[in-house]
């Protein structure tokens, strides 16, 4: 076995026990607030670490459904009966010349509510994106403003594009609504005309429902015109038109691609349907499907969705209630069952070859997202190799950063290269088995993340050449300390053999290196897919509601020591933002640099001592392997504590924070340029520099608070970092109240139990006085417990 990442590498070993120690205690922190009873805040569908996949967009159209007012079928009533029918007609009537209707019909200049006479006809002229809605619902009231605005700024180009924005009131409607089986308000739904198959000639009359707008989309004039843009095109170059590539699967079929034996990925549906069910809503273009409430927009996502995929996978789709033991057998059991409430579900097969054939899909049913994500499941796949010439194609990869702000594009691309990197003379194939782990892993990550295999050696030169260049970069403060680079700083995390995992990440220093010691640290799956899911973070990502479970995690205990920073940036200015990112930037390797180099320091001290092991080791003649393992065993994990994360939120997207799940902070209470820092387990947070002014996105106002709450020594000044709880009722006035309710229940019972005693013993003291006083004025004058008894005595 080789060891790498260091020029003479076995001199360098001899100087490890600097770098390693027994884990020195963790300094508690100043001002923090110990708690009690951690249970009242746990986040319970966070998806484990190695399992990282969107918790709740599991396909079932809960997606978003905090955006979409549910119409009450969704609850309760059978999946068949129409819609709303016309049931709140009279109380829209007896509205009528009231708020909604006046202020999103006679003053607008849009267009009149499409009904069931003139539907067809109108949106088999052109390509339609039709709003249907209540003027009830919130959600939908909240939308009207924003639809007028990408109408009227949008009008033009429509007429030119051939393409129109219609509404339908689904109250005054309710006949067309239940035909279209809209099941919630706002539905936004695409229309195009129908073609003849053979003549391609436009059916006059028909129109069939060809997609969605997506669930993840917010909902803004921008994203609206964007998306009627894209539709145009879409329609333009016939891919709408086309008829679905999907082929439907029997048994047979399904099984070979079960077991991995096509050339071919596969990306199969799974109906709760049968064949018949399945073919009558493709000739129709009706819903025929029963129980399930999301099978027909599904449907025609898929049916696009395959015309898209055709040069990267086969596409099939296979119905459980006619192949029910199949299904069962894959674990669709739900989709098997007809009267069964259930979804369609997806997932990917890829040729045995890969080493891993079936992986499910997890994310919103949406044609951007899947397309997406099959695309880079299907370029891991490959496990292509790459060189250090060709990183630097594929990603932002940086061996040195300017002291200045970058170029960015905004939203940040922030991809994220795992490195299998390995010597091609060693490397074993028990050694390559974890590929497909590894491909496992970087599918199921919420982030950019990337798959490649590496054997050339200036890859790991880069590794070092970050490292050097690090140090540059943080010395951007002329008043500061100047920091140096330390050789066995270095080794303390980068040392390994190979093969070994590196992971890079854009327009960052910082790579993280797996640090194999021994044959088995590679066969570790369970070490290997915490270690990625440690590392997956970009340096610097933009918190989205999609994002929070894997920021803020109550799952594991001990998340007090690692904190996310988020700053409020706004992207609609792209002068201050690239500043805004750079600032980032710096705090982040700082705040990396300067944590590495506590822990280090702090181990040096313990060197001795270790020293004197790994000198004893080598006087028995153990193997430079052997003296790693014995040193590993001290290695504390101690680099990976106090981990902080850097993330921002866009305020010009604030809105969909609302209604953001586990999320407690509120956006308005913040501007532009405010930072924030938050525990991990979403429990504290500081949004006071160590002066006590607002903490902004500086890397000198961040670095000293981080740096009190990693050691409290760290920092000269007397001031401590002012913890505050994450959604206490308590102003700043009454901060010591987050104490109690920190505590949650037994804080609250706690104190009125204080109060309580409190008021009996006030009360027993004055009666004592009062006592005290009778007695001495010498007459037991009837006040008091004695006095009265003494009373009622006499009585
Ligand atoms: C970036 O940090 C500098 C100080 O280094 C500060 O003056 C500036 O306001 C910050 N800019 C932004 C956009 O946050």
């Known amino acids: 076995m080789k060891i790498s990442l260091s020029k003479g590498i076995i001199i360098p070993l001899l100087i490890l026990p600097l770098a390693l120690g027994t884990p020195a205690s963790i300094p508690k922190q100043e001002g923090e607030i110990v708690p009690v009873n951690d249970d009242s805040n746990t986040l319970k569908d966070t998806s484990s670490p190695g399992n990282v996949q969107d918790n709740h967009a599991n396909g079932n159209g809960n997606a978003n459904d905090n955006d979409n007012t549910k119409v ?6 059978p999946e068949s009966e129409p819609e709303p029918k016309s049931k709140p007609e009279s109380k829209a009537k007896a509205n009528e010349d009231e708020s909604q209707k006046e202020d999103t019909k006679p003053k607008s200049k849009l267009p009149p509510s499409l009904n069931i006479e003139n539907f067809d006809a109108i949106t088999s002229e052109k390509l339609s994106f039709v709003e249907f809605y209540s003027p009830y619902c919130h959600h939908c009231k909240a939308l009207a403003p924003i639809w007028e605005q990408a109408y009227l700024e949008f009008e033009e180009e429509a007429k030119s594009l051939n393409i129109q924005m219609r509404q339908v009131n689904c109250v005054e409607n309710g006949d067309l609504c239940g035909r279209e089986d809209i099941s919630y308000f706002p539905y936004l739904r695409l229309y195009a005309p129908e073609r003849d198959v053979k003549t391609g000639q436009i059916i006059p009359g028909k129109s069939k429902f060809v997609d969605t707008f997506p669930r993840s989309l917010v909902r803004t004039s921008e994203n609206f015109k964007k998306y009627l843009r894209k539709s145009v095109a879409e329609y333009d170059d016939g891919t709408i038109d086309m008829p679905s590539s999907s082929k439907l699967l029997d048994t047979d079929e399904m099984l070979n691609i079960l077991a991995g034996s096509k050339e071919e990925v596969y990306f199969v549906s799974f109906f709760p349907a049968t064949d018949e069910q399945y073919l009558k809503v493709d000739s129709t273009k009706k819903n025929h499907f029963s129980k399930c409430n999301d099978c027909f927009e599904y449907k025609q996502i898929w049916d696009r969705l395959s015309n898209h995929l055709q040069i990267i996978a086969k596409t099939g789709h296979f119905n459980c209630q006619s192949n029910p033991t199949l299904c069962k057998e894959l674990q669709l059991t739900e989709l098997t069952t007809p009267g069964v409430r259930a979804t369609p579900k997806f997932a990917v097969f890829l040729p045995k070859s890969t080493g891993r054939i079936r992986f499910d899909y997890k994310g919103e049913v949406s044609i951007d997202k899947m397309k997406q994500w099959i695309v880079r499941l299907f370029q891991n796949s490959q496990y292509e190799k790459i060189t250090a010439r060709t990183l630097g194609d594929v990603m932002s990869f940086r061996k040195s ?4 702000p970058l170029d960015s594009y905004y939203p940040l691309e922030n991809k994220i290269s795992v490195i299998f990197y390995f010597d091609e003379t060693t490397v074993s194939d028990e050694d390559k088995a974890i590929l497909p782990y590894l491909l496992d892993y970087v599918t199921y990550s919420p982030f950019n993340m990337y798959l490649y295999t590496a054997t050339h050696s200036q890859i790991e030169k880069g590794v070092l050449s970050q490292a050097e ?22 080794l303390s995390t980068t040392l390994t053999a190979k093969p070994t995992i590196l992971i890079f990440k854009d327009n960052t220093l910082i790579t993280n290196v797996y640090q194999n010691f021994a044959p088995e640290d590679m066969r570790d799956y369970k070490k290997i ?8 973070y970009p340096l610097y990502q933009e918190l989205t509601p999609e994002l929070i479970p894997y920021y803020f995690n109550t799952d594991i205990l001990d998340k007090r020591n690692e904190k996310v920073v988020v700053t409020f940036i706004d992207s609609t200015d792209a002068s201050k933002l690239n500043i805004a990112l750079y600032n980032m930037s710096l705090a982040a390797h700082e705040y990396h640099h300067l944590k590495k180099q506590y822990y280090f320091n702090k181990l040096s001290f313990s060197r001795e ?3 004197a092991r790994v000198e004893k080791l080598k006087h028995q003649n153990a193997d430079s392997i052997e003296v790693i393992k014995e040193l590993r065993r001290e290695i504390p994990h101690l680099f990976n504590y106090n981990q902080v994360l850097f993330t921002f939120i866009d305020l010009s997207k604030k809105d969909q924070f609302e209604h953001a799940y586990k999320w407690k902070i509120d956006p308005d209470d ?7 820092v938050i525990t991990k387990d979403n429990r504290y947070y500081w949004d006071q520099a160590i002066d006590g002014s607002q903490l902004t996105n500086n890397p000198s106002v ?5 740096l009190s709450l990693l050691d409290n020594s ?11 709880l994450v959604g206490s009722p308590y102003g700043s006035k009454l901060r010591f109240m987050d104490k109690i309710h920190d505590r949650g229940v037994i804080g609250y019972i706690g104190l009125f139990g204080f109060i309580y005693l409190m008021y009996i013993v006030i009360i027993r003291l004055s009666k004592k006085k009062r006592l005290f006083k009778s007695k001495s004025s010498g007459s037991a004058s009837g006040y008091g417990i004695i006095g009265n008894v003494q009373k009622k005595e006499k009585d």
């Open 670 to 676: 913040y501007k532009v340029g405010d930072t924030i």
């Open 702 to 706: 961040i670095k000293p608070l981080l």
């Open 469 to 490: 260049n690090l140090i540059n970069y943080v010395n951007y403060d002329p008043n500061e300390p100047r920091q140096r680079f330390h050789v066995e700083n270095y």
């Open 529 to 536: 897919s915490k270690f990625i899911s440690d590392s997956q």
């Open 401 to 404: 950063l300017p002291n200045e």
């Open 714 to 724: 760290l920092v000269t000044t007397q001031n401590h970092a002012i913890t505050k």
């Open 609 to 611: 001592e270790k020293e």
């Open 72 to 77: 009450q079928k969704h609850e309760s009533e």
